[in-house]
């Protein structure tokens, strides 16, 4: 097999470690990360019965096309901070903004008081400063 055969082999999620049942990328990737590098070549010349000099190529061609450069603890926590105001910060159903304002219980009151019962703010907890909805 040539060193690109064995990238398409490896860049296949159905091609599996027989023992422990996962992706081959998975691991390739996760030794790489851990600056396994010898072990990488290692287990790409085992599993796919090849020399050294080809699993040197495959693992060039991986780091190349497929792994990113491990993540520094400054971009896990960017990240992590990220997911957590997703899923904190309300945002607009119609246009997707945060610019928000948080409709209070007085506000909602005035508004029954003006409009009776058809007053559309009544029910919405939420007025978008970027297309002026209420929901
Ligand atoms: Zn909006």
Redesign the pocket.
């Known amino acids: 097999m040539t060193a690109e055969e064995i990238y398409n082999k490896i860049n296949n999620i159905k091609t599996k470690d027989p023992e422990t049942g996962e992706g081959v990328y998975i691991i390739l990737r996760d030794l790489y990360y851990e600056h396994k590098e010898n072990e990488a070549v290692l287990y790409i010349q085992t599993y796919f019965k090849c020399d050294e000099d080809t699993a040197k190529e495959v693992f060039l061609i991986l780091k190349k096309r497929l792994f990113r450069p491990p993540p520094s603890p400054e971009q896990i926590a960017l990240c992590n901070a990220a997911a957590l105001a997703m899923k904190y910060t309300p945002h607009?159903p119609?246009?997707n903004?945060t610019n928000l304002h948080r409709i209070t219980t007085l506000e909602k009151a005035a508004d029954t008081v003006l409009f009776g019962v058809y007053g559309n703010t009544r029910k919405c907890q939420w007025h978008?400063y970027?297309?002026n909805?209420d929901f």
């Open positions: 607009c119609y246009c903004s978008c970027n297309c909805s």
